[in-house]
């Protein structure tokens, strides 16, 4: 893949394996993704599809079981595979950061969070202590957690599963990072706190014009924040669109099936369609070209053949032989007139 | 924080109370008439009586208990039939013998078995862990009078590295001023540096045998605790926050692997306090253990509730030292005292 001018990040081809005393699992095949600056690109997929792998693979911290056994990755030019060690130790935490599910887990439960803050910075800017307490005082209200100079020294547990996730998030924008990885960051937390740890998470990347990833499986919170979205499904990034444009016409069938599937509205529970069969057994040998054909309602023998991402128009792209593309073609063409 | 300590302490005392009626019962119920072993063999009918209305054996139970209780509140712990002693001279001269061997053992246990835990589970796998896990299952399956006898076969009898294993000190060395019994302390405060090497060249067979035996429960639980850390989110966290590998070890990940760690050295040194007369035995180390065995073994009572009692007492402190320990690790449970 050549490599785009404006593009912050860019995975290509990445395949990533675990070893495990079971076999082999393929846990990522060929991924390709590009994520310019200033962007927000939802994952979406049901768990297991990968998801988290792809972005423990791109911050360098994923299991000692998984081995990158093809493709690279590209963050600012830089080729993140060729110094795995303490050049990408400097990168993590100051260029590229991330946040988790589970915020309560995920911080150290008997260190002060203003010290966990401070910790990060001190590794990153050298700068003494006493000005890495002030930067990270800024850092709370940044994350508007009110009364910092009180919070900096509460423990986790001290706190409620929001303001954790507050905290998680100045600890991942201390530094100023331009990509920012969000992992799930509203599982476990009440709806009305989701919507505002989202717009959090919204505001600070806009205005820092930070580049974000964010990894869900509600696909309303992905439609509602993301520039673009990529489908995973089982290992493969299955289709790669302009938000609006992929959830008003999905042309992978998973895609189709994972927005009926998403309750929205005044829809009714009875309304929801469940997708049929489950995520293929990654250990197979013989894994199919595409991995959705054993649940897929349209599968048909020219499905076998070797399968890509290839582009419906400049912005949106499908890993399928059978695309519902007859769903939207008028609109497609004539978006290729006009691109052209 | 001292309020709590008194809080504790006073909630410790329905305990303590308890000790006493159960030594008090169980000392009563051994087989062996105290009277009868102390008339000697061949005292009469009439002696033996008399020496039981002597000890006061001849009352009813709950009569010989008031007594008893009263006596304890006095700060009387009674005499030693065999050496004619109060019980709580001879325990303050043979506990800090018992105490500075048992922290010796301790200390050393420490030092080796953290290290190797945490090495253990940062290589699982590796030949440091197949080390740690040939080390703890030799600590458990070899018994410490055992390893006792073959360290002093080893170092005494074979090499001669090690001087004979007869008590705290060599015949020609004299005992240091007492100031806290501990030979090590009290000569090194009176500046005497021939009596420390000395004291300290009769230490380390003992201190090795206690050691070896209390290192697998402290290295394993170290290796397994520090795992499950290592797994843990906030770890993942903080690599991904790019903080330094070393950091992340001991600042993140080690402070949270010691809570069990300290759970497991509240045990064994508890375990170690009492079960030590072994080592003592073979080492002729003159401490609490063989002392309060000795006592067993002649129906003499005092002692024997004495010995109980005080390690009773032992016990109740050293549960507030990792209470507070705990509290100093994890402010969790600060929270809860």
């Given at each position: 893949?050549?490599?785009t001018p404006d593009a912050l990040l860019e995975v290509a081809g990445l395949s990533v394996d675990f070893r495990t005393r079971s076999g082999t699992v393929h846990a990522l095949d060929k991924v390709s993704l590009t994520l310019?600056?200033?962007?927000?690109?939802?994952?979406?997929?049901?768990?297991?599809?990968?998801?988290?792998?792809?972005?423990?693979?791109?911050?360098?911290?994923?299991?000692?079981?998984?081995?990158?056994?093809?493709?690279?990755?590209?963050?600012?030019?830089?080729?993140?595979?060729?110094?795995?060690?303490?050049?990408?130790?400097?990168?993590?935490?100051?260029?590229?950061?991330?946040?988790?599910?589970?915020?309560?887990?995920?911080?150290?439960?008997?260190?002060?969070?203003?010290?966990?803050?401070?910790?990060?910075?001190?590794?990153?800017?050298?700068?003494?202590?006493?000005?890495?307490?002030?930067?990270?005082?800024?850092?709370?209200?940044?994350?508007?957690?009110?009364?910092?100079?009180?919070?900096?020294?509460?423990?986790?547990?001290?706190?409620?599963?929001?303001?954790?996730?507050?905290?998680?998030?100045?600890?991942?924008?201390?530094?100023?990072?331009?990509?920012?990885?969000?992992?799930?960051?509203?599982?476990?937390?009440?709806?009305?706190?989701?919507?505002?740890?989202?717009?959090?998470?919204?505001?600070?990347?806009?205005?820092?014009?930070?580049?974000?990833?964010?990894?869900?499986?509600?696909?309303?919170?992905?439609?509602?924040?993301?520039?673009?979205?990529?489908?995973?499904?089982?290992?493969?990034?299955?289709?790669?669109?302009?938000?609006?444009?992929?959830?008003?016409?999905?042309?992978?069938?998973?895609?189709?099936?994972?927005?009926?599937?998403?309750?929205?509205?005044?829809?009714?529970?009875?309304?929801?369609?469940?997708?049929?069969?489950?995520?293929?057994?990654?250990?197979?040998?013989?894994?199919?070209?595409?991995?959705?054909?054993?649940?897929?309602?349209?599968?048909?023998?020219?499905?076998?053949?070797?399968?890509?991402?290839?582009?419906?128009?400049?912005?949106?792209?499908?890993?399928?032989?059978?695309?519902?593309?007859?769903?939207?073609?008028?609109?497609?063409?004539?978006?290729?007139?006009?691109?052209? | 924080?001292?309020?709590?300590?008194?809080?504790?302490?006073?909630?410790?005392?329905?305990?303590?109370?308890?000790?006493?009626?159960?030594?008090?019962?169980?000392?009563?119920?051994?087989?062996?008439?105290?009277?009868?072993?102390?008339?000697?063999?061949?005292?009469?009918?009439?002696?033996?009586?008399?020496?039981?209305?002597?000890?006061?054996?001849?009352?009813?139970?709950?009569?010989?208990?008031?007594?008893?209780?009263?006596?304890?509140?006095?700060?009387?712990?009674?005499?030693?039939?065999?050496?004619?002693?109060?019980?709580?001279?001879?325990?303050?001269?043979?506990?800090?013998?018992?105490?500075?061997?048992?922290?010796?053992?301790?200390?050393?246990?420490?030092?080796?078995?953290?290290?190797?835990?945490?090495?253990?589970?940062?290589?699982?796998?590796?030949?440091?862990d197949h080390l740690c896990r040939a080390i703890t299952t030799a600590g458990v399956s070899l018994p410490t009078f055992f390893t006792g006898l073959l360290l002093a076969y080893v170092f005494y009898f074979l090499l001669g590295?090690?001087?004979?294993?007869?008590?705290?000190?060599?015949?020609?060395?004299?005992?240091?001023?007492?100031?806290?019994?501990?030979?090590?302390?009290?000569?090194?405060?009176?500046?005497?540096?021939?009596?420390?090497?000395?004291?300290?060249?009769?230490?380390?067979?003992?201190?090795?045998?206690?050691?070896?035996?209390?290192?697998?429960?402290?290295?394993?639980?170290?290796?397994?605790?520090?795992?499950?850390?290592?797994?843990?989110?906030?770890?993942?966290?903080?690599?991904?926050?790019?903080?330094?590998?070393?950091?992340?070890?001991?600042?993140?990940?080690?402070?949270?692997?010691?809570?069990?760690?300290?759970?497991?050295?509240?045990?064994?040194?508890?375990?170690?306090?009492?079960?030590?007369?072994?080592?003592?035995?073979?080492?002729?180390?003159?401490?609490?253990?063989?002392?309060?065995?000795?006592?067993?073994?002649?129906?003499?009572?005092?002692?024997?509730?004495?010995?109980?009692?005080?390690?009773?007492?032992?016990?109740?402190?050293?549960?507030?030292?990792?209470?507070?320990?705990?509290?100093?690790?994890?402010?969790?449970?600060?929270?809860?005292?």
């Open positions: 893949m050549s490599h310019a600056s200033g962007e927000t690109l939802g994952l979406v997929g049901e768990s297991g599809s990968g998801k988290s792998v792809l972005s423990f693979a791109i911050m360098g911290i994923q299991d000692a079981a998984a081995r990158i056994s093809a493709g690279s990755l590209h963050f600012a030019g830089q080729d993140l595979l060729a110094n795995r060690g303490k050049a990408m130790r400097t990168l993590r935490g100051r260029e590229l950061a991330m946040i988790f599910q589970n915020p309560r887990v995920a911080l150290n439960p008997i260190r002060q969070v203003g010290r966990q803050i401070a910790d990060v910075i001190s590794r990153h800017t050298g700068v003494h202590a006493a000005a890495c307490r002030e930067r990270a005082l800024q850092c709370l209200a940044e994350v508007r957690i009110p009364d910092p100079e009180r919070r900096y020294d509460a423990y986790p547990f001290e706190l409620s599963g929001g303001m954790c996730q507050r905290v998680m998030i100045a600890i991942a924008l201390a530094c100023k990072p331009r990509l920012l990885i969000a992992d799930e960051p509203t599982t476990g937390l009440d709806v009305t706190t989701q919507a505002a740890i989202m717009r959090l998470i919204h505001d600070l990347s806009a205005r820092r014009q930070m580049s974000t990833l964010l990894i869900t499986h509600d696909l309303s919170l992905a439609r509602a924040y993301c520039d673009r979205i990529a489908v995973m499904h089982a290992g493969h990034i299955v289709e790669v669109g302009p938000s609006a444009e992929l959830f008003a016409h999905p042309c992978h069938p998973y895609s189709e099936r994972l927005i009926a599937a998403t309750p929205h509205g005044a829809a009714a529970l009875s309304a929801l369609a469940s997708i049929p069969g489950n995520l293929p057994d990654l250990r197979r040998d013989d894994l199919p070209a595409c991995r959705f054909a054993e649940r897929c309602s349209r599968y048909g023998a020219s499905c076998d053949a070797a399968l890509e991402l290839r582009p419906l128009s400049a912005t949106h792209s499908v890993a399928c032989h059978r695309a519902l593309e007859d769903a939207i073609p008028l609109r497609l063409e004539t978006e290729h007139v006009t691109s052209a | 924080m001292f309020q709590m300590i008194v809080k504790r302490l006073l909630g410790a005392l329905p305990a303590l109370f308890g000790v006493v009626i159960v030594t008090f019962v169980l000392t009563r119920a051994l087989p062996g008439d105290p009277a009868a072993y102390f008339a000697g063999p061949a005292g009469s009918q009439e002696a033996i009586e008399e020496v039981r209305a002597k000890l006061g054996l001849d009352r009813s139970l709950p009569e010989q208990f008031v007594l008893y209780l009263r006596d304890l509140a006095h700060g009387d712990w009674g005499n030693s039939l065999t050496t004619g002693q109060p019980v709580l001279t001879e325990l303050a001269e043979r506990l800090p013998a018992s105490l500075e061997l048992t922290l010796a053992g301790l200390v050393l246990a420490v030092v080796v078995a953290i290290p190797l835990g945490v090495l253990a589970a940062t290589r699982p796998g590796a030949w440091i590295w090690a001087p004979s294993p007869l008590g705290r000190l060599d015949p020609y060395t004299t005992a240091p001023e007492f100031i806290t019994g501990f030979y090590l302390i009290d000569s090194l405060v009176m500046g005497d540096g021939a009596t420390f090497v000395a004291a300290a060249k009769q230490l380390v067979l003992p201190a090795i045998t206690l050691a070896l035996f209390v290192l697998a429960p402290l290295a394993r639980m170290t290796r397994a605790s520090m795992l499950g850390v290592l797994s843990a989110d906030f770890i993942r966290t903080a690599r991904a926050s790019g903080l330094h590998p070393l950091k992340v070890l001991f600042v993140y990940a080690f402070r949270n692997a010691l809570l069990p760690v300290l759970t497991t050295l509240g045990m064994v040194f508890s375990f170690l306090l009492g079960s030590n007369v072994l080592v003592e035995k073979v080492f002729a180390w003159p401490g609490v253990g063989s002392f309060a065995i000795e006592a067993l073994v002649a129906s003499d009572y005092a002692p024997v509730q004495g010995f109980v009692l005080a390690m009773a007492l032992l016990y109740v402190l050293l549960n507030q030292l990792i209470d507070i320990a705990y509290g100093l690790v994890d402010p969790r449970a600060r929270l809860e005292s």
